[in-house]
């Protein structure tokens, strides 16, 4: 009887220790940030995986990306990037490049991009469309449209046209997939935020009804609508017709 007193008295003031031991949570992600396009990306895939993670704005008006503790993160000067502290092996890791990203953050969660080989094909077909044509050509198009200081027909019949062309490829896809590699992937994370500007780029949405069924699912879905409502004041003040501004932005060359 002794012996099984003194047994619950160890396991009573262990549980009382175990209360006492504070919660260790997981450190965050470092989400390098600025609200565009390329920095929705990962802002939506953080919000679907439900990672925990902490928005660093970077100031691209005001040259912050070119600061030598944000190039050792990017060296290619560009948001976004992360800091992952709890990266492969346990080790802090940090990754550039918004589709490499996506593709670091599927893997390490496992989810919305598969492991299927067949499966993980589609999406990366679509998401590397995405990186090498309707991001570049959509930011063109913004470009010459919104900041070029002069008015170019060429260049803006040019990029207008190819961005419709690419929202047309997207339309086609959509017909008979109910997303761009069939479920919800990181594809429609890479693509979602390019189209949302399609007003900037001369596009009416009306005209590719597939692709704004798209559109309407993904911009419903609740992570998403959290990732597009992050604010980042600073940028709402930028004012892009400062020569300095511009300077910045638009005058970039080697260093």
């Known amino acids: 009887m002794a012996g099984r007193k003194t047994r619950k008295r160890k396991t009573s003031a262990s549980r009382t220790r175990a209360k006492r031991q504070p919660v260790r949570r997981p450190a965050p992600i470092e989400l390098y940030y600025w609200p565009t396009p390329n920095g929705w990306k990962v802002s939506i895939m953080l919000e679907e995986c439900g990672l925990p993670y902490v928005v660093r704005p970077v100031d691209i008006s005001k040259g912050e990306q070119f600061t030598p503790q944000f190039l050792s993160i990017s060296p290619n000067n560009r948001i976004p990037a992360i800091v992952d502290p709890r990266g492969p092996g346990g080790r802090s890791v940090s990754v550039f490049e918004s589709g490499a ?3 670091y953050l599927g893997r390490k969660t496992g ?5 299927d080989e067949r499966v993980r094909v589609a999406v990366e077909e679509w998401l590397f469309w995405q990186v090498g044509g309707l991001g570049p050509m959509a930011g063109q198009a913004n470009h010459f449209r919104r900041y070029a200081p002069e008015t170019l027909p060429y260049a803006i019949a040019r990029y207008t046209d190819e961005v419709n062309r690419l929202f047309g490829v997207m339309n086609a896809r959509l017909a008979t997939h109910e997303f761009l590699a069939g479920r919800y992937s990181i594809a429609d994370m890479a693509s979602v935020g390019w189209v949302r500007l ?17 559109f309407t699912a993904i911009r419903a879905r609740p992570a998403v609508r ?8 600073a940028a709402a003040a930028v004012d892009i017709h400062d020569p300095q501004v511009r300077a910045v932005l638009f005058g970039q060359r080697a260093r």
């Open 101 to 103: 990203i996506l593709q």
């Open 198 to 214: 399609a007003e900037r780029m001369g596009q009416d949405l009306a005209a590719f009804p597939h692709l704004q069924r798209w």
């Open 111 to 115: 989810k919305f991009y598969p492991r």
């Open 226 to 233: 959290r990732a597009f409502a992050i604010r980042v004041e």
